[in-house]
Structure formats: structure tokens, C-alpha cells
């Protein structure tokens, strides 16, 4: 008799038993799914962040206890010179190194795109390939092509132009220079892929139509590839700004042995990790580290600003 | 019509082009080239003016004098168990964490989902001073296990997976499997993955060589020469008072041959996971 029973209400409830079981299986499967990454975010990106946060209020050197002294880590770091230094730092490089890309980003990918251009392929992967070697190769190689020697190929270079050597790795416009130009040679090819790929999503009618009504490359480039191109540009101004801001490994790499001693290149990334780990002093270090943040996230909102407002005037031209 | 106006066109602007791009070609394969001279060079040719720029015959003694400084092939090895692991664990994390975002319902996705693109915003040395604390209470400094466990997160990851599992797996396909009585995980295993092989082509490349080159986090964990990647290894060729260039880029060109193999065979590869990256 169960048995019966129980095959008489199975059957009756299979549509709907099924179906909430299914729901709930894929509840569960949903959220098994995505714990991996929270569990590892908790234990290595959010736990962190906050105690980041925290020390920032602490005075701390690693070993002995930690104590309380409230905005005074922020006082030091704000009052601190060296810090000013690694901000203005930080900006001058960024912008010395982004900025130009943007330009000749675009201009390269514009050539790139051009119907009659052969070797095409040849040429984007010769311009892409610096982006593959990594930050420290790209710093040594630039350490030893921009080094104080008279005989260095950049002092060479100058010398050709009857320019005066310059000492690369010391002075304050030196080391600046050098190390936007590697920043430079490293991420305009990775920039141009971008904008290439945002050329070719525009339509070949509105080139055809302009070609029709006589225009010629430069007006083109000027008045259908740059408008239709800004997101991407967005994109990649938002991109540069967010990694000038944390740039650490160039620097670091180029100046060697005297990187955390002398202040012409040292950047804000680089004055918390000597903070830290130089000078253990955690709490300044922490502080500098959420002043970081709040620059980080100025940066950002000015372009996410920058975005909306282009948005909008999509919006209202159509 | 078209043709027309090609054919008239003068052939100064192309010549400026082609000479354009060919500069810029130049410009960027020159410190390539110029490490391969001075990496077999002795150092003293460095003195010369005008620089010299062609090869010399010590590609093999400076490369001698590199293992005499640093562990070059333990490095390697090192940062390439490094990026293996982590690629494939931010592979199968994103693709399954994409999977359940993509095809499944659940209360809170949306949110869940929002919060981890927002783990983004986070720049990654907020969190420096408390990471290398973690690291070294659990005995991790100095291990690889310690450099690999920050990478593991990775939310771009699972937005491209989201992407593209929403876009290339059918909903029929999984309605049939579960209709069939698969469970999830199998669907997981024998529908999701191998549709999204395509893309964790795309996701490895950009994780692998995004690990690769990383420098500020394991230059912090990695003190101990033993365990030196790559990266580190090659910093620390730099960090003596007099330096011998032959030596120094010798370790480079080595540490970067491999890398521009792998770029040469596969470029459309590396050249498509950038746009996929960051245009979606």
C-alpha cells in the first residue's frame, strides 16, 4: 500500500515538485559557484582593505604594540615635503607618459586602418610588441639607454643635435623624462589595438559619404574617427590615469640600488612602500595608502564625469 | 568612383605614411634589438662613441656571468609555475562564477555581481601592508603558494566569462541536459566548458602575462634569492653600485626570448585578448 501511495503523489506532483526543486538546486549551484572568489576576496582583498584603514589611525612598526593616535599618520604624511615631492612626481610622469600616447595612439591607429596600407599585420605587431615585455625588463633595458655615461645611445642621440649630455639617472628632469619615454614605448602599441578596434567599428558609409563630399583624411580623422572614437578614449584615459597614479615598478627599477635614497622620480607608490618596508613605519605607510585611494577615486570620478556628459549629449543630438 | 579618387591620390602623402609607420616600427623593435647587442658585448663597448649597434661574440660568457649573480633558470622555472597555477585557478574560478551569473537565478545576483566589478576600483597596494602580514603569519613569505594567493582574484575575469557564456551557451542546451537529469556541475563540465575554450584562450593570455610581469607584490613577499621569480631576480641584477650592462641585459634578453616566441606564434591571439579585455 505505501508504495502505491507514494508513486500516486509523485506522479501527481512531478511538474511542480521538479520544478521547485530545480530552482532551489540552482540557488545552491548559483552561489557554490561564485564562493570561490568572495571567500578569497574576504580573506585577501576586503579583510586587508579595512585593516589598511585601520592602521592608518595606528603608530605601528611591526613588532611593538600598535597605539591609537588618530589623524596624526595623515598629519605627518600631509606635512611631510617628500610626499608632496612623490605627488608631484607621480602626476608629471603620468602625464608625460600617457598623454603623447593618446595622441599618437590614435594616429597610429588611424594609418593602421587605412585601405591601400600593406604590411599591415607586420606593422601592428612590431608596434604591439613592447607591450609583452614586462615592466622590469622594459626598465632595465631603458636604464642602460638612458644612463648618466656621455657615451649612453640617449646622450649619443642628443649629442647628434648638438644638445648637452644629460644625466639620466640623477637629475630632476632627467629621470622624469626617461621614465615617461619607457612608459611611452611600453603602452602606445596596447593603446592603439584599442582604438584600432574602436576604428573598425565604425561604419565605412560615413568615410565613403565624406570621400563623396571631398573630404580628405585629415578632415576625416578630425571629424568622424575622433567623435565616434571618444568612449574608447575614455576608456583608455581612464585606464592610464588609474595605472600612472600606482606606478611603481619603472622607477623602482631604473633608479636600482639608489631608487628609495633619492626623491627626482620617486612616486607615491613608491614613498608608501618605503614607508613600510624601508623605514617600517606602518601606520604613515597605511595612511598614505588611503590618501592613494581618495586620489585614485578623484581621478576616476572626473572621468566618470567626463562619460555621462558625453552621454548625454548622444543622447540629446539624437 | 572610389577607385578613381585612389588612383589620384599623390603618392607624397603614402611615402609619409609608410614612412611614419615604418619609424614607429623602428622605434619600437630598436631596445630589443639594442639589449641582443649589448647582451654580447663586454661591457666596455658601452664606452664607445658612437654607440656601437652591431652584435659582438659574447652572447654565451655574459649569459655566464648572469648564473653567477642570479638563479636564472630556477626564476624561470619559478615564475612559470607562478603563472600556470594562477591562470588555470582564475580560469576555473571565472568560468564557473560566470556560469552561475550568467545562466542561473538566485536572490542578490545583480548586487553580488556589481560588488565584485567594484573589487576593481580597489587599487591593489590599499591593501599591501596587511596582505604581507597575512602572508607572513601564515608562514608564507618567501613561497610561491604566498605570491600566487593574491592573484587568484581576479573580477575581470568572471566578467568576460559572464559575457561570454551569456552569449555563446544556448538555454535550450542546459534546459535539455537538466531535463536529462544532469546535474549543474556536469553541465558545467561537458556543455559551459568546452563551448568556452575560445575564451579561456583569450582570459589565459591576459592572466598569464599579466602575472608575468607583475612586480610590486612579489618584489614584498619574495626576499630569499631561492625564490626569486623572475621579475625580482632580474631587479636585483640592477641593484649594485656598478652595474655591467653586457651582464645586466644579457639577463633580460633570456628572460625575454621566451616570451617573444610565444608573441610571434600566437600575436592575432595576444593582439585580440587585449581588445576582448577591455573593449567589452
Known amino acids: 500500500m505505501p508504495s502505491t501511495k507514494v508513486n500516486l503523489n509523485k506522479e501527481k506532483n512531478v511538474p511542480n515538485k521538479r520544478y521547485f526543486s530545480e530552482e532551489k538546486k540552482d540557488m545552491i549551484s548559483g552561489y557554490m559557484y561564485i564562493a570561490p572568489f568572495f571567500i578569497i576576496f574576504a580573506l585577501v582583498g576586503l579583510y586587508p582593505t579595512i585593516y589598511s584603514i585601520f592602521l592608518a589611525f595606528q603608530d605601528w612598526n611591526g613588532l611593538s604594540p600598535m597605539e591609537f593616535v588618530g589623524l596624526e599618520n595623515f598629519r605627518v604624511v600631509l606635512m611631510d615635503d617628500l610626499f608632496w615631492k612623490s605627488v608631484y612626481n607621480t602626476i608629471v610622469i603620468g602625464l608625460m607618459g600617457t598623454a603623447p600616447q593618446l595622441v599618437i595612439g590614435i594616429i597610429l591607429a588611424f594609418l ?79 593603446n592603439t589595438i584599442i582604438y584600432l578596434a574602436g576604428i573598425q567599428s565604425i561604419s565605412n558609409d560615413l568615410y565613403e559619404a565624406a570621400t563623396i563630399d571631398g573630404a580628405n583624411k585629415f578632415q576625416q580623422l578630425l571629424y568622424i574617427t575622433m567623435p565616434l572614437l571618444k568612449p574608447f578614449i575614455l576608456l583608455t584615459v581612464f585606464f592610464s590615469t588609474v595605472g600612472a597614479l600606482q606606478l611603481f615598478a619603472e622607477p623602482t627599477v631604473f633608479l636600482g640600488s639608489s631608487a628609495f635614497t633619492r626623491d627626482e622620480a620617486m612616486t607615491v607608490v613608491m614613498y608608501l612602500y618605503r614607508d613600510a618596508f624601508r623605514l617600517q613605519s606602518f601606520g604613515t605607510a597605511s595612511a598614505t595608502a588611503v590618501i592613494l585611494l581618495f586620489i585614485i577615486i578623484i581621478a576616476a570620478a572626473v572621468n566618470l564625469l567626463l562619460t555621462n556628459r558625453l552621454g548625454r549629449k548622444k543622447r540629446s543630438a539624437k | 568612383m572610389s577607385q578613381r579618387v585612389k588612383k589620384k591620390k599623390p603618392s607624397l602623402s603614402r611615402v609619409l605614411i609608410y614612412s611614419f609607420l615604418t619609424l614607429a616600427s623602428l622605434l619600437s623593435l630598436f631596445p630589443f634589438y639594442w639589449m641582443f647587442v649589448m647582451a654580447t658585448r663586454p661591457s666596455a663597448a658601452y664606452n664607445s662613441i658612437p654607440p656601437t649597434i652591431t652584435p659582438g661574440g659574447m652572447l654565451v660568457e655574459n649569459f655566464k656571468k648572469v648564473l653567477e649573480q642570479i638563479n636564472f633558470f630556477q626564476s624561470m622555472w619559478n615564475t612559470v609555475i607562478v603563472c600556470a597555477t594562477v591562470t588555470i585557478v582564475v580560469l576555473l574560478i571565472s568560468s564557473l562564477a560566470g556560469f552561475a551569473f550568467a545562466k542561473f537565478k538566485f536572490p542578490a545576483k545583480n548586487a553580488l555581481f556589481v560588488a565584485i566589478l567594484l573589487t576593481m576600483v580597489i587599487p591593489p597596494q590599499l591593501g599591501l601592508i596587511p596582505q604581507y602580514y597575512l602572508i607572513s603569519k601564515a608562514g608564507l613569505l618567501d613561497t610561491l603558494s604566498g605570491v600566487m594567493v593574491l592573484f587568484f582574484l581576479n573580477p575581470l575575469g568572471i566578467f568576460l566569462m559572464r559575457q561570454y557564456i551569456s552569449e555563446s551557451v544556448p538555454d535550450e542546451l542546459i534546459e535539455a541536459a537538466k531535463l536529462d537529469g544532469c546535474s549543474n556541475f556536469k553541465i558545467y563540465r561537458s556543455i559551459v566548458l568546452p563551448i568556452v575554450l575560445p575564451a579561456f584562450a583569450t582570459l589565459g593570455i591576459i592572466v598569464f602575462t599579466a602575472v608575468w610581469g607583475e612586480f610590486l607584490w612579489q618584489f614584498t613577499v619574495l626576499r630569499d634569492p631561492e625564490v626569486y621569480t623572475i621579475q625580482v631576480a632580474l631587479a636585483s641584477l640592477n641593484n649594485t653600485f656598478k652595474v655591467d650592462f653586457g651582464m645586466l641585459l644579457s639577463g633580460v634578453f633570456w628572460a625575454t626570448v621566451p616570451l617573444v616566441i610565444i608573441f610571434l606564434f600566437f600575436n592575432k591571439l595576444f593582439i585580440s585578448s587585449i581588445t576582448d579585455g577591455a573593449v567589452k
Open chain 1, 112 to 190: 593602421l586602418n587605412l585601405g591601400f596600407l600593406k604590411f599591415k599585420q607586420f606593422f601592428r605587431v612590431t608596434i604591439f610588441m613592447p607591450y609583452i615585455t614586462s615592466m622590469v625588463a622594459v626598465a632595465l633595458i631603458f636604464s642602460v639607454l638612458f644612463s648618466n655615461h656621455e657615451s649612453s645611445m640617449a646622450n649619443y642621440v642628443l649629442g647628434l643635435f648638438g644638445f648637452d649630455p644629460v644625466d639620466w639617472a640623477t637629475s630632476e628632469w632627467g629621470t622624469k623624462i626617461a621614465i615617461s619615454i619607457m612608459v611611452f614605448w611600453r603602452w602606445v602599441g596596447y
